[in-house]
């Protein structure tokens, strides 16, 4: 066989090759072509002894490079067969439709993300704006601009988690966990002008030992309206027609004078306990007076206003300020804030 015809020999195999279908018409051409016995290229490797030396490189050369040719066609062929066999076997797999299916598991959200959502959204209904606030706070805007300077006893009710200063333990600016979400009041005021009214729902801080109704980190939302002419019935009327939407006519109302450094009248929400409803006086959630505690509240103190730069006889404003848990305890029945926060998907899953 000379050289031209070992190109055409590999040309044929390598077309051949390509059309087989099936492994073994795959290996019935390889024997075809390179078996050693009556392979068509065997033939021409034995033929290379018996040629003169001089013809000897170039012939080889040839027989090599057919060979070459012919082992890369087998091969790829052989490649593209695996994957098609491959291929039928999933798209078979896929039509087996008496596999059971595989159990999908949706999220969903956390209780207290489900409440700090349904507050926004009861507010948005009332005009009020969410927005959000930083959770490390300076001291000025957690308690001084409060009207809560260095050493009034306010600040002993809100042991709370001082932090190193990242710029620089200044002593002059201390910071903290915020308390609570009140420091958002001013923030607002000093970008804003009247009419305002937002809501600030965040995570807060205290150093407190824990408790059926109490935790060190908890979550708050806050209410500020500013505008002329607000007064104490506004906040009344807020604050019932945002209790009728959180529950509906099931829980009792209880709103009576409280104290707080930063409004003037200040005044306490609490709802009728919703585990004994007020006849269990060992009740672990309401501590046995029936009630629990969800919000202080209060028209804005003229010093604040002036802090911030508002005349307060023109303009007045009420605020209050909630805990979120206490909320969801109230919503969904949950007898211990704990809970919320032990993250076992036995006790979450079923909100
Ligand atoms: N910040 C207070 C607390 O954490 C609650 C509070 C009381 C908020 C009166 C207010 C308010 O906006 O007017 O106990």
Known sequence: MAGDDLKKLADRAVADIAAVKDVDALEAARVRYLGRREGALSEATKRIATLPAKEKPAYSAAV??????????????????????????????????????????????HPISQTVREVSRICATLGFETIEGPEIEWDY?????????????????????????????????????????SPMQIRVMEKRRPPIRVVIPGRCYRYEATDAIRESIFFQYEGLAIDEKLTMADLKGVLYSFARQVFGGDRKVRFRPDYFPFTEPSAEIAFSCMICEGRDPECHTCGGDGWIEAAGCGMVHPDVLRRVGYDPSRYQGFAWGGGIERLAMLRTGAPDIRLFYQNDLRFLEQF
């Open 64 to 109: 090599n490079e057919a060979k070459a040719r012919i082992e890369a066609a087998l091969d790829e062929r052989a490649a593209a067969l695996r994957e098609a066999a491959l291929g039928r076997e999933l798209a078979a797999e896929r039509e087996d439709m008496t596999l059971p299916p595989r159990r999908v598991r949706v999220g969903r959200l």
């Open 141 to 181: 805007y957690n308690f001084e601009a409060l009207n809560i300077p260095p050493g009034h006893p306010a600040r002993e009710k809100w042991q709370t988690l001082w932090i190193s200063n990242p710029l620089g333990d200044d002593p002059s600016r201390p910071m903290l966990g915020r308390t609570h979400t």
